[in-house]
């Protein structure tokens, strides 16, 4: 077999690595190698999104890492869950979604990126939330 040259390398097929690729390769002009260590992500835990408990210490899926002990906590090693599988992370994250802190947006602003400020950009987030109330109704 022939060696194979392509425009770009991007290792990993998470989010970012999967989104990237495409990007590149849009407009057809660049030819783009996306390098995944993990497999699929057509497993049921990962399509369920009560899954996570499944995932989360799935060597299978998930890279199981560990911080470096830290003196601050005792020594205690925290455990970081991340995907080893096509989606990354992001298909063993339990669907979990949370807002960036206010005060952050506020700092970028200030530093001169216009247009990430706090108030900029919550209408964004507030434009992908769906809000309900307990039956699943939309809430008010």
């Known amino acids: ?45 990962i399509n369920m999104p009560i899954g996570y408990g499944k995932t989360f210490y799935d060597e299978r899926v998930n890279w199981k ?13 925290i455990y970081f869950p991340r995907g080893k ?20 947006f506020d700092d970028w602003a200030r530093a001169g990126n216009t247009g990430w400020s706090w108030q900029d950009v919550l209408p964004v987030y507030q434009g992908l939330e769906n809000r309900v109330d307990a039956d699943g109704q939309p809430a008010g």
């Not at 979990?96 to 005060?103: A, D, I, N």
Request: net charge negative.
């Open 1 to 45: 077999m022939a060696a194979q040259e392509f425009d770009y390398i991007i290792i990993g097929a998470g989010s970012a690595g999967c989104v990237l690729a495409d990007k590149l390769s849009q407009d057809g002009r660049a030819t783009v190698l996306v390098l995944e260590a993990g497999g699929h992500d057509r497993r049921l835990w």
């Open 65 to 77: 890492f560990e911080a470096q002990p830290d003196a601050g906590l005792n020594q205690r090693r």
């Open 85 to 104: 599988v096509v989606g990354g992370s992001s298909s063993i994250n339990a669907m979990v979604y949370c807002r960036g802190l206010p005060g952050d």
